[in-house]
């Protein structure tokens, strides 16, 4: 279990190896890579996050994952400061000895995250307009299936 | 009491400093008493608070609700909902 704030950029393929590395109880990995989505004028993004409690906030919801289902490991890295279309944001990793509990695992964390991590994204357009990203309410209904007994 | 505030993302930009450290006067027990209290120090606070029940709050690092209550904290942060992921 992991979770990492980082300007750099991430290898899906290196961070899978190093989390894997000498285990042979896992059975299933599910890898989700969220990246900077263009479009609608958007030519950059800029990522700000509330550093201390940020780490706090993504540790707390791999804590909770890890409590629902049986996981071999997991990992979160999420980027930090100026993005373009097609970039990486955000990396979850889940590893279990079954796939139900990866995939699911993935999908929760990802889920939580966008709800609870202290993150806010800046959008600037060609013309450099800036706007910053309203919350989805989806985001929070998303979450919210999550909500009740846990499902180990 | 006093305690170090925080602001984030357009909070941060109305008002105009990323963070602060303020006497509270007595009174003021929850955050939804520091936001009320907040908007009549300048009109650059009661901007970045005009949309009622927007702004999100957390007491040293941790979510929490309008009603919670604010004595004994360190640092408190006030931000848009998160937009991460």
Same mark, same amino acid.
């Given at each position: 279990?992991?979770v990492?704030?980082?300007?750099?950029d991430?290898?899906?393929g290196?961070?899978?190896?190093?989390?894997?590395?000498?285990?042979?109880?896992?059975?299933?990995?599910?890898?989700?890579?969220?990246?900077?989505?263009?479009?609608?004028?958007?030519?950059?993004?800029?990522l700000?996050h509330?550093?201390?409690?940020?780490?706090?906030?993504?540790?707390?919801?791999?804590?909770e994952?890890?409590?629902?289902?049986?996981?071999?490991?997991?990992?979160i890295?999420?980027?930090?400061?100026?993005?373009r279309?097609?970039?990486?944001?955000?990396?979850?990793?889940?590893?279990?000895?079954?796939?139900?509990?990866?995939?699911?695992?993935?999908?929760?964390?990802?889920?939580?995250?966008k709800?609870?991590?202290?993150?806010?994204?800046? #959008?600037? =357009?060609? +013309?450099?307009? !800036? *706007? $910053?990203v309203? %919350?989805? #309410?989806? =985001?929070? +209904?998303?979450? !919210? *299936? $999550?909500?009740? %007994?846990?499902?180990? | 009491?006093?305690?170090?505030?925080?602001?984030?993302?357009?909070?941060?930009?109305?008002?105009g400093?990323a963070e602060?450290?303020v006497?509270?006067p007595?009174g003021?027990?929850?955050?939804?008493?520091?936001?009320?209290w907040?908007?009549?120090?300048?009109p650059?606070?009661?901007?970045?608070?005009?949309?009622?029940?927007?702004?999100?709050?957390?007491?040293?690092?941790?979510?929490?609700?309008?009603?919670?209550?604010?004595?004994?904290?360190?640092?408190?942060?006030?931000?848009?909902?998160?937009?991460?992921?």
């Amino acid at each position: 279990m992991a979770v990492r704030v980082q300007r750099e950029d991430f290898d899906v393929g290196a961070e899978v190896k190093r989390l894997t590395a000498g285990r042979t109880d896992i059975g299933a990995i599910v890898t989700f890579t969220g990246t900077v989505r263009g479009g609608s004028g958007v030519a950059a993004m800029t990522l700000e996050h509330y550093p201390g409690m940020t780490e706090q906030e993504l540790a707390r919801v791999e804590a909770e994952a890890a409590v629902r289902w049986p996981l071999q490991g997991s990992l979160i890295v999420h980027r930090v400061g100026t993005l373009r279309p097609g970039d990486n944001i955000v990396l979850v990793v889940t590893a279990s000895a079954h796939r139900q509990a990866a995939f699911d695992a993935a999908a929760f964390l990802m889920d939580y995250l966008k709800t609870r991590a202290p993150f806010w994204k800046k #959008e600037l =357009d060609a +013309d450099g307009q !800036e *706007r $910053w990203v309203e %919350a989805r #309410e989806s =985001d929070d +209904d998303a979450a !919210e *299936r $999550w909500a009740g %007994a846990p499902n180990r | 009491m006093t305690v170090k505030l925080l602001y984030f993302a357009w909070v941060r930009e109305k008002i105009g400093k990323a963070e602060e450290i303020v006497d509270l006067p007595a009174g003021v027990a929850t955050v939804a008493d520091l936001v009320a209290w907040l908007k009549e120090q300048g009109p650059e606070y009661a901007e970045a608070f005009a949309r009622p029940g927007v702004v999100r709050a957390a007491i040293d690092r941790r979510h929490v609700q309008p009603a919670a209550p604010i004595a004994g904290a360190r640092e408190i942060a006030l931000f848009p909902p998160v937009t991460g992921g």
